[in-house]
């Protein structure tokens, strides 16, 4: 496996840590998450059966815009911070097994089909890095290089698909790529060029088919059909984010946000005060709801009975809930300012959303939209519960 | 709460184990799993990451067609056996903390969206009785009584909702009711009568939103939409088992073998040596795959891009596998004879089968479809994995 100079370039700090077994409980893992405590630098360790903290670590790093993937026994965390830290944090003892410091500017990452390789999308220096879950040890990496002086392009929209692969967005190469690692290393198995101007996030659909990468650089968004290996790119909802007449964008929607909602997919019209409703089967818009201002993230709860909405600055003290057969807003909190995230339990009995200025994370019945539960936690940004282990995409 | 007479008189035996958690090693319960040893009544506890036995629980009564379900930290397992044994085994220690014998002969059972209940189907006497999943203390009884004597129907198709509910169907009274446990005790939230002739298994839509249940008595599938209270039971698939011409059927296929892949959904032809492919949009045939023999089990791999099939008795040394895009067997195994149940990793990479009369599980990669493990089983038959603790009709 050959490894890049740069990646030997990169600082790395590996904190040895022993795991001290006998203190920590014999517990099962399937119900437990993590809060993002973004100013501090730390993860609450929570329950949701219990709805309680269990714990907390501290020493990740810059959390700002923190992501959170989970090994397939639930039972590690692994962090990615915005500063190019990745994180391994025990969710029985509470702490910090593995840590490095692997890029100097980072977005986020994918854990593999198997659960044996964690991939982190670089903005500085551009690509994609890759670890042993195990231990961090480094495995190699893709350097997303692109044009006549190969330069190294920002890494954006990394998930993780079947057959063990990753797809990843060139931000700045108009590119999607697909790579996966062999025993010789990182290979990139597609290359998918001219997608569109910068893509900037994305998402795959939760099988593994569809990957629809939002561009920065134009009113629309790539589509791949990663289940046929001959595909082009194809470019759909063109003019999707500018409406009649474009208002001004407080904040980029986020796409891993989009919902897909039973043959539905509910996303965040850029800048609108809307939520457009797009029939998978074609990937044609069908409809509109009108929400409460600019739309953050819009997720569907997890049977796709319900999409929750979140809004952008000044407006996100609001979390509005659309039916989703009626199109109708059934549902309308003011729940303080700085609503960031929302998380369902697994099964989606509840949902636990973050309210940064108020310090606390708020958790409701989805049924009965009562209030049935609270936790301190300081400027709460990211909540990650450990049943993404077992989906596709998160 | 009202506690049913008959209830009361129900043999239970409880039996008192302490835990010993010293003994047990800390890890997560993300990949751990169960294969059934039907003959002997017991349960193989298995690690998915690292494709081993890791323990072994006697002592589980007569697991002929038995069932498992998984608490929502994805610690314990419920077992349902035949003989109206229930028992809750903690996959961390290897012991049964609980087991009561709630009935004379059960049909399988559903843990609830919240996790705190644990419900089982019962043949003898029929109804619904709803457990405490912390201890197995009874929460009451849905006698499911019909016709002017008010006889307690057998129940069949028992599943998990959303909203905390369960669904059944009345094999005796061609009806589908739907249930939950409120604090008064069970409460029957929707009955929905002439269903169709003997209902003797269902399934409930990934979604939450379907639930069909297979006919003895007709040649057709009753389908209920549960997002619509005033739904209407409708008549699907009319004629679906009987093709040109009837052959002889060795076995009812299961309809939890179903599989949605997407918007088809790929279901056994009753005695025919067919899958038939439906459009989940209208609950249309749209094509047939011919396979080897009388399917059993059709199941998704959980990106929905493969089905695989097993057959029946004598054919049930094959396994063939289907490519959901091109409808075409891509794969075929002999793995020798008595192959009864297949079960995906959560992610989906390697399936996981058993083949009763060689006393092995086989392990295949789903992408190179090479075995790469196998695990010795005293005839085994169900396998049951802890990421179905999260999701919803499992």
Redesign the interface.
């Known amino acids: 496996m050959r490894i890049d100079r740069l990646m030997l370039l990169a600082p790395t700090l590996a904190l040895a840590v022993a795991i001290t ?1 006998t203190a ?1 409980e ?7 998450g993590v809060v993002v405590e973004r100013a501090d630098g730390a993860l609450l360790i929570v329950d ?2 219990e709805r309680r903290m269990i714990d907390r670590v501290e020493g990740l790093g810059d959390l700002s815009h923190a992501s959170v993937v ?7 965390a692994f962090v990615f911070g915005r500063d190019g830290g990745l994180s391994r944090v025990d ?3 509470a702490e910090v097994t593995h840590r490095i410091v692997q890029a100097g500017n980072s977005i986020g990452g994918a854990i593999s ?3 044996s390789v964690v991939a982190v999308a670089n903005y500085e220096p551009g690509g994609v890095r890759f670890f042993a879950t195990a231990d961090l040890t480094p495995l190699g990496e893709i350097a997303a290089t692109y044009g006549p002086d190969g330069a190294r392009s920002k890494v954006v929209g990394l998930e ?1 698909l ?3 692969r990753f797809v990843f967005s060139l931000y700045d190469a108009d590119a999607i790529w697909t790579a996966r690692l062999d025993k010789d290393g990182p290979t990139v198995t597609g290359r998918f060029v001219d997608v569109g101007a910068l893509p900037y996030d994305a998402l795959v659909t939760p ?3 569809h990957y629809i990468a939002g561009l920065f650089g134009e009113d629309g968004m790539a589509l791949l059909d990663l ?2 290996p001959a595909a082009e790119p194809l470019r759909i909802l063109d003019g999707y984010g500018r409406g009649e007449e474009p208002l001004p964008v407080y904040k980029m929607p986020h796409l891993k946000g989009w919902s897909v909602a ?2 539905l997919v509910f996303l965040p019209a850029i800048g609108r005060h809307e939520l457009l409703v797009v029939e998978k ?1 074609g990937w044609k818009e069908v409809g509109r709801v009108a929400v409460h201002s600019q739309p953050v993230f819009a997720i569907a ?5 319900q999409v929750w909405v979140n809004f952008a600055h000044p407006d996100n003290n609001v979390v509005q809930v659309i039916d989703v ?1 009626s199109l109708a807003v059934v549902a309308d909190f003011d729940l303080g300012p700085g609503v960031l995230h929302m998380e369902f339990t ?5 949902v636990w959303i973050s309210v940064r200025d108020d310090d606390r994370i708020d958790i409701i019945d989805t ?1 009965t939209f009562e209030h049935v539960g609270s936790l301190e936690a300081a400027k709460p940004s990211g909540i990650f519960f ?2 993404r ?4 995409g998160y």
Chains 1, 2 share one sequence.
Do not use: C, I, V
């Open positions: 077994a920590a014999l517990r099962g893992t399937g119900d437990l949701t059966t989970f090994s397939r026994d639930a039972r590690y969710l029985l003892t089909q198997d659960g993780d079947p057959n063990n099988d593994g088919r289940w046929d039973g043959d089967a709860r997890p049977d796709g009975r057969p697994p099964k989606g009995e509840a049924e450990t049943a282990a077992h989906r596709l």
